[in-house]
């Protein structure tokens, strides 16, 4: 059983930037592709980012494109998420997960973690 965990949410000006990580306890992550998705208040949960078990491959909604940066360390059983140029609009609880194909739908991944919450501020 992977045990996801979040860290690097914190409050932050709208054009400031964050790196947001999500550590697996109890098994390795290589042989997963791996997701943050995003709950913003009041609404459900979105994909943000995708990355391929070996990491050759990403993929991000429109509106995070250019801004954010998937990326993971199978060795440290660690992603990421780069955030740069950050806008209001980016409030939300993120959510790692993973599962055993890059999908877009959060249906289609088997472990989550707690969610860190991200609050940007004009």
């Known amino acids: 059983q992977v045990h996801l965990v979040e860290s690097g949410g914190r409050s932050v000006q709208a054009g400031g930037f964050l790196r947001l990580s999500c550590t697996a306890s109890g098994g390795t992550l290589s042989s997963y592709a791996l997701a943050w998705f995003y709950e913003p208040p009041g609404s459900g949960r979105d994909f943000v980012a995708a990355?391929?078990?070996?990491?050759?491959?990403?993929y991000y909604s429109d509106s995070v494109k250019g801004r954010f940066t998937i990326s993971r360390d199978n060795a440290k059983n660690t992603v990421y998420l780069q955030m740069i140029n950050l806008e209001p609009l980016d409030t939300a609880v993120y959510y790692c997960a993973a599962g055993n194909l890059v999908r877009f739908r959060k249906d289609d991944y088997d472990y989550w973690g707690q969610g860190t919450r991200v609050t940007v501020s004009s």
């Open positions: 990355i391929s078990s070996n990491g050759q491959n990403t």
